[in-house]
Nanobody, 117 residues
């Protein structure tokens, strides 16, 4: 199983980034996908998740109106479009796959997003 996240980097406040997470080694279409993030000194928190059918689920209050999660079940990829970025969005962002049937979690290695003021 692999979840390969990419797209992180350094951006100025107000800018945009698009994170991608390419999945392999499991049946992507059966899994809820999510993005989490962890800032230094903070616990890991859920940013957004999306059902296996592509319906957006939970979205953190802090990113509502700015971030959008989507997925492509042909490419086995989940995306996080991040607009109007703020310095408080600085964190390592992790891709997660979750099966409600088997209660299995898979985690990617994380990609760092740094927003300068």
């Amino acid at each position: 199983v692999q979840l390969q996240a990419s797209g992180g980097g350094l951006v100025q406040a107000g800018g945009s980034l698009r994170l991608s997470c390419k999945a392999s080694g499991f049946n992507f279409r059966l899994y809820t996908m999510a993005w989490y993030r962890q800032a230094p000194g903070n616990e890991r928190e859920l940013v957004a998740d999306i059902t296996n059918g592509g319906l957006q689920g939970n979205l953190a209050d802090s990113v509502k109106g700015r971030f959008t999660i989507s997925r492509n079940n042909v490419l086995n990829t989940v995306y996080l479009q991040m607009d109007s970025l703020k310095p408080e969005d600085t964190a390592v962002h992790y891709c997660n796959a979750y099966s409600h049937d088997t209660m299995t979690h898979y985690w990617g290695q994380g990609t760092l997003v740094t927003v300068s003021s």
